[in-house]
Structure formats: C-alpha cells, structure tokens
C-alpha cells in the first residue's frame, strides 16, 4: 500500500510527463511546418501569391507555437506552486481537548492529591486536653480533624520493641523517651503505624520519617484507658 507522500509524488511525476511530452509534439510540429515552409518558399514551382500565403501560414505557426509555450509554462507553475502544499491537511484531524467528564476530573484530582505529600510535625497535632479528661474527639481541633485521609510525612523515633527488623506495626513517638507512650504520656505524642502489606520497617535509635495516610483511630489498654489516638497507614520509613 502506498502512503500519501507516495501518491502525491507519482502524482506530480504523470503531470510533468504530461507537460513534456505536449512540448516535445508542438516543438515537433513547428519544425515540420518550418521546413515545409523553408522548402515550399524556395520551391520555383509555387506562385509568388502561393508564397505569399505560406508566410500567412507560417505567421500563424508560429503565434499558434508561442501561445502554446504560453499555456504550458502556465501549467508548469501551476504545477510546481501546488507541489509545495502540505498533502497531511485534508487528513488533520482536530487535536482539541474533549470536555473532561466529571468522573475523569474527580479521578485526576485524587491522583494529584496522592501524589501531594504534606510534611508535618507532632507540634501540627497536638490538641488541648486537661489531666484526669477522659478523651473525646470533640477535643481535636479542624486542623487535626482536616488531616484526615491526607498523604503526610512525620518526623519521630520508632518506640523500641522486642522485634529490630522486618516491622509491619509499631509506635512512632515525638522522641526517643518512652514517656512518650503509654499511662501518663500525651495522646497527641504518638501515632500507631500500620505498614501497607508487603511493606516492612527497620528499627534505629535515629529520627526516622513515615510517609502514609492519616487516620484517628483509638487505642486503649486493658484498663480502658486511652494508649493513642492517631493512626498512620505506613507506605515507607527513611
């Protein structure tokens, strides 16, 4: 199968044979005339009027022979000026965007806010609560509230345990004191990490940062009481 440019080409090269062979058979036809004249106007057996009328002959050759170069040189730039247009126009297709659909914006608004990662710090969610409180979350404020479902990273020490390597779950805490989680330590200072599966974490008595999603989620011991109250949905631990 040929493509466009193919045919277009072989297009072009037909018309120029075409304007080709039209001046080779006038040039050959003006020759013969020529001839017939040079020898008829020499000839002693034609009559001076018979001379007369071939230069009248000749006259019309030869305006017939320059208003034909005439029309074939026309033809000829006719030809070469339409050689240069773009043969891809009549099959441009129109390249304008397509309303989107709500569904596709919602979809595209989602993936961009996955990919939005926001960085806070256990200061971001800290909220007021008075000693000997039971806890509610009518105590957290919007800005904590607001963090829910968001893709965020936080800072903090991983809470020492009996297992160092290969951690699906674990206590991120504000610092490297474990007063900082259980009875008598704050609920805001710490954040229960559940890794996705097939996700793991390493233990180190360096600071670490947990990118996952934020969640409230409560916590509590044997005795009732409330141990923690965020929830982290762990992707990775550096």
């Known amino acids: 199968m040929y493509g466009i440019k193919e045919i277009a ?10 304007v080709f ?12 005339a020529l001839v017939r004249k040079n020898l008829l106007a020499h000839s002693p057996f034609v009559q001076p009027l018979d001379k007369m009328e071939l230069r009248a002959g000749s006259f019309i050759i030869l ?8 029309v074939v040189t026309f033809l000829a730039l006719t030809l ?14 129109d390249k304008r ?5 709500p569904e596709t914006q919602s979809q595209q608004r989602l993936r961009i806010n996955q ?9 971001d969610i800290v909220f007021d609560m008075a000693e000997d409180t039971t806890f509610s979350r009518d105590l957290l404020p919007e800005r904590v509230t607001s963090l829910v479902g968001q893709h965020i990273r936080i800072r903090g020490y991983i809470l020492p345990s009996f297992q160092q390597t290969g951690l699906t779950q674990f206590v991120l805490v504000r610092d490297n004191m474990e007063c900082c989680f259980g009875p008598g ?21 360096r600071p670490v940062a947990v ?24 992707e990775s631990v550096r």
Do not use: W
């Open 9 to 18: 080409a072989l297009g072009v090269i037909q018309k120029l044979l075409i």
């Open 21 to 32: 062979l039209s001046i080779f058979k006038m040039k050959r036809v003006c020759h013969l």
């Open 63 to 70: 305006r017939r022979h320059f208003l034909a170069k005439l």
């Open 80 to 93: 070469f000026s339409g050689c240069g247009q773009d043969t891809k126009a009549p099959l441009s297709l």
């Open 97 to 101: 965007e397509l309303p989107k659909s």
């Open 115 to 123: 990919n939005v990662i926001r960085e806070i710090s256990f200061d």
């Open 185 to 205: 330590a704050a609920l805001y200072d710490c954040v229960v990490v559940k890794m996705l599966p097939g996700r793991t974490a390493e233990f180190s008595i």
């Open 211 to 234: 990118t996952g999603t934020f969640g409230i989620k409560e916590l509590k011991g044997p005795d009732g009481n409330h141990l923690a109250v965020y929830s982290l949905t762990g």
